[in-house]
């Protein structure tokens, strides 16, 4: 990914930090278009769920960074 080859060159704090937050926003858009595509699924009684084990602590941290990042832009 283009976003992720930046991370990897000589960037400021900021601007490493703007790149981070830019990925993060670019996952929660693409889980969101997932699921629009499985909310057509569930209509068309053709959705399977895909139960996945996840940590909420680490979740929640995920977030706390992601909008710590949004009040330093």
Do not use: R
């Amino acid at each position: 990914m283009f976003l992720q080859s930046l991370l990897s060159s000589q960037l400021s704090e900021q601007v490493c930090n703007i790149v981070k937050l830019v990925i993060a926003q670019v996952n929660i858009l693409l889980a969101l278009v997932n699921d629009v595509l499985d909310l057509k699924l569930i209509e068309e009684n053709q959705f399977e769920p895909n139960l996945q084990i996840f940590n909420p602590k680490e979740t929640f941290e995920f977030l706390k960074n992601m909008f710590k990042g949004l009040s330093n832009v």
